[in-house]
């Protein structure tokens, strides 16, 4: 026999590592997991249908609300508006700006892309350049 032909296999083991090792489900474990999987996700799916229903209920009576009190909203209980004029605003020139930039991205192909930031690059100052390292 072989001095060096004994090879241990598997991980490193550490002293100290008390890592709990990973036991094989049973079949009855599966079939609860998937269960317990199954009612959850029919649960979301009530909790979606149900809210969906309470949004367009509350758009109606928005609407007719709005219509009747003449647009007013303040003391009377109504449905406030979660974003401020701000927030709105702010919304919206970033959603312009996301546009802008999207359709200047479309109009340029990869070349032209790399072609602007090599120019880019040629602008910087020297101190963003690599150093040369070693010999020639």
């Known amino acids: 026999m072989d001095d060096y032909s004994f090879r241990p296999g598997g991980s490193l083991k550490l002293k100290g590592d008390k890592k709990k ?42 609407k007719s609300g709005s219509a009747a009190e003449g647009g007013s909203e303040g003391a009377s209980g109504g449905v406030k508006k979660t974003k401020t004029a701000a927030e709105e605003k702010f919304d919206k020139i970033q959603e312009e700006r996301r546009r802008e930039r999207a359709k200047k991205k479309a109009l340029m192909s990869h070349k032209d892309r790399v072609a602007e930031f090599n120019a880019s690059l040629d602008r910087l100052s020297e101190h963003h350049d690599m150093p040369r390292i070693g010999p020639g």
């Open 21 to 62: 090792k990973k036991r094989s489900r049973t079949e009855q474990e599966r079939a609860s997991a998937t269960e317990e999987a199954q009612r959850a996700a029919r649960a979301a799916d009530n909790s979606d249908r149900a809210r969906a229903a309470r949004s367009a209920s509350h758009e109606e009576d928005d």
